[in-house]
């Protein structure tokens, strides 16, 4: 494609959020004349940034996302690593388990501070414009044609040689997608609300160890906490909304901390904690799956709007950033052909950003109560031994989503075969040992030559005839 085609392309990026903006400097990279859309105020001069305020994990995927335009040391500089989970007892007891190897970490990010960020990265290409305050009032995916509503109330149509959905769960882009025929779509509140609750720096530092992911795990319900740069914490508490509705007064919920999560009450204080428990009621969270992900060679969906998904796994913004990192080397590879780019593109994301809902669906079962278990610590211990003496060979599932860019559908394939393993390793240990311990036994006792038993099929023979094994 010749330079002068890839200027004349216009590229309208309907959402200024996480995705939205780095999605525009990807297409700013190529040249390509962008229009992004953003019905809110600039965030960088609003007194009040609305919106989702949970920190975001950065991992992996996001951050090789921002280092190809360049934003990544930027933005590590900015967030704090959690090298592992601090697990907090009902006792008051915390213990904690690795993320993974010494090096690796995941980083507490303000949401604010980088879609700031990344909003100041997409003006500064000459080629880009950031419309805020332009609603998006429809959309004809097929023709590329949007209708925007600004400022002055007057709607105006625009053709474009591509429309990119960022615009969230509840994406406008999407819903014209749902018109069309054979158009997929599901989505699933869960019973489960989440509430922000702050932990205030204590003379001036944290008050906890700052290097972790807090997590007080209760079964049926959670409390995390993620570091920020001020020294707080932002907590949250994920609770079903039957619990939530509950707790009407103030005695009700500082009963209910003593009881489930006493030792953040000073960390908190109770003041504090009785105000911002009732600031806002519990908020409710979606998961969003559907197909396909783009409409002939016009439209595209991305992040949250093709597949928004609780934040159990800290995945949510990554695999966002993941999508525009694939549609990027997707680009390169067709040589900017949209006709070619959308169908590969729908065809790699579908099964991958399908597969991280459903592992971000489990993940949250795991964190608020197979952390309590035992056997669940003694797999996770199991699973660092294996991968360090078989690195290549043996990956736990967490490194595989949260420290690499294996493909998160071939991760959970990966994951399933390696617990057939692990259980097949475990069954014949124990069976060895089982038998081993009876050799030893009946070898005091003089219960049978040793050399009767010469073959492994003969101990089995023998417990069969015996009675202490049927098949």
């Avoid at 007194?47 to 994990?57: D, E, Q, T, Y």
């Avoid at 960020?117 to 609603?135: D, I, S, W």
């Avoid at 097949?424 to 030893?440: C, R, V």
Wanted: proline residues 5%; aromatic residues 12%.
């Amino acid at each position: 494609m010749e330079p002068s085609d890839i200027r004349r392309k216009k590229i309208a990026v309907v959402g200024g959020g996480l995705v939205g903006s780095l999605n525009a400097c990807f297409l700013a990279k190529r040249n390509f004349q962008v229009d992004v859309y953003e019905a809110r105020e600039d965030i960088r001069v609003a007194k009040f940034a609305r919106g989702r305020s949970i920190n975001l994990a950065l991992s992996y995927r996001g951050r090789q996302a921002l280092n190809a335009i360049g934003l990544e040391d930027q933005v590590v500089s900015q967030g704090i690593p959690m090298r592992a989970r601090m697990i907090h007892s009902l006792s008051g007891k915390k213990s904690a388990i690795p993320y993974g190897t010494k090096s690796q970490y995941i980083l507490s990010i303000s949401r604010e501070y980088l879609n700031k960020e990344l909003l100041t990265a997409v003006e500064k290409y000459p080629n880009v414009k950031v419309h805020f305050g332009h609603r998006l009032l429809k959309c004809n995916p097929e023709e590329g044609v949007i209708t925007v509503l600004g400022s002055d109330k007057v709607p105006i149509d625009v053709t474009y040689d591509l429309i990119a959905g960022c615009d969230g769960a509840y994406s406008t882009v999407r819903s014209h997608f749902m018109k069309k025929p054979r158009f997929d779509y599901s989505q699933q509140y869960i019973p489960h609300g989440y509430m922000e609750l702050t932990i205030p720096p204590k003379n001036g530092d944290y008050a906890m160890e700052p290097n972790y992911l807090h997590i007080w795990p209760r079964n049926t319900f959670m409390m995390i906490a993620l570091p920020n740069m001020n020294k707080s914490f932002t907590c949250t508490l994920f609770m079903p909304f039957d619990e939530f509705e509950k707790l009407v007064t103030s005695s009700d919920v500082l009963d209910f901390f003593q009881k489930y999560f006493l030792d953040s009450i000073p960390l908190i204080g109770e003041q504090t904690l009785v105000r911002d428990f009732f600031l806002l009621p519990a908020q409710p969270m979606i998961s969003v799956k559907c197909s396909s992900f783009h409409l002939k060679s016009h439209c595209v969906l991305m992040g949250d709007a093709a597949h928004a998904i609780v934040p159990f796994f800290g995945q949510g913004m990554n695999a966002g950033f993941e999508d525009c990192l694939v549609f990027d080397e997707l680009m390169d590879k067709f040589n900017n052909d949209l006709s070619m780019c959308l169908p590969e593109y729908s065809r790699l994301r579908i099964p991958d950003d399908h597969a991280i809902s459903d592992l971000s669906m489990y993940h949250y079962i795991e964190m608020r109560a197979h952390v309590n278990s035992k056997w669940f610590i003694f797999q996770k211990n199991m699973e660092r031994f294996l991968h360090a003496i078989m690195p290549s060979t043996f990956i736990p599932l967490y490194t595989m989503v949260t420290f690499s860019r294996i493909r998160y559908h071939e991760a959970v394939l990966r994951w399933h075969w390696q617990k057939k393993v692990i259980k097949k390793g475990l069954f014949f240990f124990g069976a060895l040992i089982a038998i081993g311990s009876t050799y030893l036994l009946m070898s005091s006792m003089s219960l049978r030559p040793l050399h009767y038993f010469r073959r492994p099929w003969d101990w089995l023979t023998y417990f069969q005839i015996t009675g202490h094994v049927s098949l």
